[in-house]
């Protein structure tokens, strides 16, 4: 039997800078909520980086292999590789001391990170920004679209 994930609630959007070490601060808000077992990973479209406690993201990858083919399926071949490829692309990151978590390299540059981040908070996980994609995606964003009738 699969164990309830209790989700995070995280809200909030939050402008930090990424360190020559690819360490960055969290908002204080979310430090005093969330564990110390966190995963860092791309968004599927490698927009941003998604940061997860490490139940959430497991639930995150459950979650994709429900929708779109109503569950995963060991012995089939192309569940096996999405499954892996999902999981290469992700790193176990803690929060140090000072508040700050590191984010690899690899995981910078496939998203564009070089020093002003964003921080969202998104529930069950927060979404790390390159700046000026985010500001770019958030001027795009139109949400009359959740009122309009189609």
């Known amino acids: 039997m699969e164990e309830a994930t209790q989700t995070v609630d995280l809200n909030g959007e939050y402008r930090f800078k990424v360190d020559a070490k690819g360490r960055m601060s969290l908002p204080a808000k979310f430090r005093k909520v969330l564990s110390d077992e966190l995963v860092v990973t791309r968004s599927l479209d490698d927009e941003c980086i998604y940061v997860f406690e490490t139940p959430s993201f497991n639930a995150w990858v459950n979650q994709l292999f429900e ?5 995963y399926v060991a012995s089939n071949k192309q569940h ?67 009122f309009s009738e189609s």
């Open 67 to 71: 929708d779109r083919f109503g569950g």
């Open 80 to 146: 096996n590789h999405l499954r892996t490829k999902l999981k290469s692309r992700a790193y176990d990151a803690a929060i140090d001391a000072a508040g700050r978590i590191m984010i690899p390299a690899e995981q910078r540059e496939a998203v564009g990170i070089t020093k002003d981040v964003v921080i969202v908070g998104n529930t069950g996980y927060f979404e790390v920004w390159d700046a000026k994609r985010y500001d770019e995606m958030d001027q795009e964003t139109d949400l009359s679209l959740l």
